[in-house]
């Protein structure tokens, strides 16, 4: 029996060529990632400024 022909690729749809990189993260991890950082980040500032956090808060 003879061997089957190399695959091409031929007739590929082409489904999920647009999903990028696969080693990386996906855009909404990072838009989460990033997110998550501002809010602690803004989190912090203003228990700061209030007093409830930092040297302001013992008694």
Known sequence: MADPPPYT??????????????????RW?????????????LLIVVLHLTGTLGPGMNP
């Open 9 to 26: 690729g031929a007739g590929d749809t082409d489904i999920g060529a647009d999903r990028g990189s696969a080693t990386g993260a996906s």
């Open 29 to 41: 991890v990072s838009v989460l990632g990033i997110t998550a950082a501002i809010v602690v980040v």
